[in-house]
């Protein structure tokens, strides 16, 4: 099946510092989604991006859609403890087709150090 | 703002036995997903429905049926339980089938 290459898999980082990851792959994507999953919950949406080359901020939060289409990055900027979890990246290669199902990276997951 | 709400939250099964993970969201979605989460991995999705009375197979289907005679509800069934379906199951809906909306997950064990 298809597969997304989602980097880091788990970081530590301090409180205050950016934070960066990506997701990549070999086939070309119409969508990117990021996701966050705290502990015993669903994932939650963050961003979607629609357009090559598109940046979308949300809050702290900002993710571009790659201009080859094959990649994606979330950055988060002066992180705080809130932020610990997994980051989920997600692409779409059928939009509104008969499939519209999503293939998701592995996660990133993020720890603080308070 | 109930959104997707999937029940049981926690479920321990014998091996063998059968059981339906219940889904249902109040968003008038077409699109309706069943996801598994295996610890360290992603998701990876089970079946999904377009509408009702239209289901099929995602990446991982065999040993689950589904079924959806309605918007709001998509039932998960998984007949002969084993030990290889525990897991985390996740049912999603989505407007058009981009930005998918999660429940908050059923955990399966199965002994």
């Known amino acids: 099946g298809q597969q997304l290459n989602q980097s880091p898999q788990s ?5 205050g510092e950016d ?5 990549t ?12 999953q705290d502990p015993g919950e669903g ?10 080359g598109e940046l979308t901020s949300n809050g702290r939060l900002t993710a571009q ?8 990055f979330l950055n988060i900027s002066a992180s705080i403890p809130s932020d610990v979890g997994i980051y989920f990246c997600a692409g779409q290669l059928d939009y509104g087709g008969s499939q519209g199902n999503l293939i998701f990276g592995k996660g990133t997951k993020l720890s603080v150090k308070p | 703002n109930a959104g997707v709400t999937q029940t049981p939250k926690f479920r321990i099964l014998k091996i063998g036995q059968s059981m339906t993970l219940q889904c249902t969201q109040d968003m008038n979605h077409n699109y309706m997903y069943w996801y598994r989460q295996d610890p360290g991995m ?9 509408g009702a009375g239209i289901t099929d197979k995602g990446e991982v289907p065999n040993g689950y049926n ?16 084993a030990p290889s ?6 049912c999603a809906s989505s407007y058009r089938g981009v930005e998918a909306f999660f429940g908050q997950g059923t955990r399966l064990t199965v002994v």
């Open chain 2, 66 to 81: 589904v079924s959806r005679s309605t918007t709001e509800d998509f039932p998960l069934r998984l007949e002969l339980a």
């Open chain 2, 85 to 90: 379906q525990t897991s985390v199951y996740f």
């Open chain 1, 25 to 36: 792959s070999s086939s070309i994507f119409n969508t990117w989604l990021w996701y966050k």
């Open chain 1, 65 to 72: 859609f790659g201009i080859t289409r094959k990649d994606s």
């Open chain 1, 11 to 15: 970081m530590f980082i301090q409180e």
């Open chain 2, 42 to 50: 992603g998701l990876k999705l089970i079946y999904y429905s377009v």
């Open chain 1, 19 to 23: 934070v960066s990851m990506n997701c």
């Open chain 1, 43 to 52: 994932p939650v949406l963050l961003i979607a991006l629609y357009k090559a």
